[in-house]
């Protein structure tokens, strides 16, 4: 009799939903997707909310390339009081994931992908497999529904299982974000 509750249930019966609680995370979370999808915003969020969980935090960027990107990753670390280290490398990478302190919540911040070219796709899942992390897809709302599935479902083949609606706030339309967890079996894990 209630649509809002018919359409929560429907939600539920065709949408997993696996949420990234900070204090149960034990392997490094490498955050995915395009450029601009809110990736940075959302480590900060993560970092943030295991920092008032009291677990520690350290931030790794791969996003060495993009104008202020770093600074933009120092700003969000140095006022939740977290430790950020910069990777180029896969070896780099390695590097800075063994220096984290143990017990430590890893956030990894990716460079922009191209999923559509299959060297960027490539290098992000060597650089995700350096650090032994899985992979999470952050995906902003609003996207077109057959880019987002397509999307959704290259991801996937990398290794996400999860994905993250970012800019749910500035979006009327949200398709493009079922779309790609229809299409890539991806379990809802936060916005």
């Known amino acids: 009799d209630n649509p809002r509750q ?21 392997r490094p979370v490498m ?13 900060a969020k ?4 295991a920092r008032a969980a009291k677990r520690a935090v ?26 950020a280290y910069q990777a180029k490398t896969a070896t780099a990478m390695k590097r800075a994931v063994g220096a984290a302190p143990e017990g ?5 911040d990716s460079a922009g992908t191209n999923p559509l070219r299959a060297e960027d796709l490539a290098t992000l ?5 350096a650090a032994k992390a899985e992979p999470v897809l952050v995906l ?3 996207g077109d529904v057959s880019e987002s599935a397509e999307q959704g479902q290259l991801f996937a083949e990398i290794g996400c299982e999860r994905m993250i609606a ?4 500035a979006a009327r339309r949200f398709g493009g974000l079922l779309a790609a967890a229809e299409n890539g079996k991806l379990s809802f894990a936060g916005c």
Do not use: H, N, S, W
């Open 166 to 169: 970012a800019k749910i706030d």
């Open 46 to 49: 993560l970092a943030a909310a």
């Open 58 to 83: 350290t931030a790794i960027t791969c996003d060495i390339g993009k104008a202020g990107a770093i600074d933009q990753l120092a700003v969000y670390a140095k006022a939740i009081g977290i430790t």
């Open 104 to 108: 430590a919540l890893i956030l990894i």
């Open 125 to 129: 899942a060597d650089m995700a497999g």
């Open 31 to 43: 955050l995915v997707g395009l450029p601009g999808a809110g990736k940075t915003a959302t480590l």
């Open 140 to 142: 902003g709302a609003g």
């Open 6 to 26: 018919a359409l929560g249930a429907a939600l539920r019966a065709r949408f997993g939903f696996a949420p990234l609680q900070p204090k149960a995370i034990e």
